[in-house]
C-alpha cells in the first residue's frame, strides 16, 4: 500500500511540472513571467500622442494720424504630448508687416537722420520655429484670500486623470547665440528674423550729405532696410484642456482687444 501511495504521489508531482512547463513554454520559474506578460498594461494617459493646431495675430502696433504700423501672422504647428506631459514639436509660420508713416526717421549721410514720409512692406516671409512645453493638471480650487492654499486633486480624477483640469502651456523655440535652441522671450523668438523694406521720400536740402538739389526739384526716393524680429504664435496664452464623450482633447487660447487679436488652437489627433 505504502508502495502504491509513493507511486500515486510521483505520478501527481510529474503532472504538475508537465503543467509548468506548458504554461511557461520554458522552465519551471518562467510560470510568473508569463503570468506577468499576461497581467494587463496600465492604460497610457489621455493626453499622449500626436496634437496638430493653427495659430493666427493680427495687431496694430502704431495706430494714429501719422503712424500706422501693422503685423500679421499666421501658424501651423503639431507636436507630441508624452507620458509625463512635456511637450516636443515644430511648426511654421508666415509673418507679414505695412507700415505707412508721414514721419520716420531716415538715415541720410553726412546729416544723421531727418524726418520723412515713408511707406512699405515685408510682403509674406515663411520660417520655421520648434514648439515645446507642458501639459498640466491643475488643482480644483484656487488659492484663498491671505494665500490660504488652493485644492488638491479631486479624489475621483482616476488613474489617468480624467477628471483633472487640465492646462497647456506652448512656447516657441529658436536659435540662441550658442547656437543651441532656446525658448521665446517675450513674446520673440531668438534667432528668427526677417527683412522689411520701405520706400522714403526724402526732400534734402541742397549741399547736404555733398547732394545737390535744385530748388523745387521732386524729392529723392530711398530705399531702408529693417530689420524685424519673428513673434511668437502662443504669446504666453495658457488654455485649459477640454472634451467630450468620444471627442479628441482639444484646446484653444484668444486674446483680443481693440487693436489685437490673437488665436490659436491644437487638437490631439492620436493617441498612443
Known sequence: MKEKNTLWLNAAWMALLALVLLAGDGPPGSLVSTAQAQAPAAAPPPWGGMWS???????????DPIRKLTRTSEADFWFVVDADGRVHGQGFVAYSADLKA????????????????????SGKVIHRFGVAGTLTDTPTR???????????????????HENCEMELSLHATGQGENGQPAPEVEGVIPGLTFDF???ATVNVPAGAGGISVAPGAAPGMQVIAI??????????????????PG????????DKGEKHYILWYAVQQSAR
Open 142 to 160: 484656487a488659492p484663498g484670500p491671505a494665500g490660504t492654499p488652493g485644492g488638491t486633486r479631486r479624489p475621483d480624477h482616476g488613474r489617468n
Open 197 to 199: 523694406k520701405l520706400d
Open 102 to 121: 508721414m514721419k520716420w526717421k531716415v538715415p541720410v549721410p553726412s546729416m544723421g537722420t531727418i524726418d520723412a514720409e515713408v511707406a512699405g512692406s
Open 227 to 244: 530689420t524685424a524680429k519673428g513673434w511668437s504664435p502662443f504669446q504666453g496664452l495658457k488654455p485649459k484642456v477640454e472634451r467630450g
Open 247 to 254: 471627442e479628441p482633447l482639444r484646446v484653444m487660447a484668444e
Open 53 to 63: 493646431g493653427r495659430g493666427v495675430i493680427r495687431q496694430k502696433l502704431m495706430d
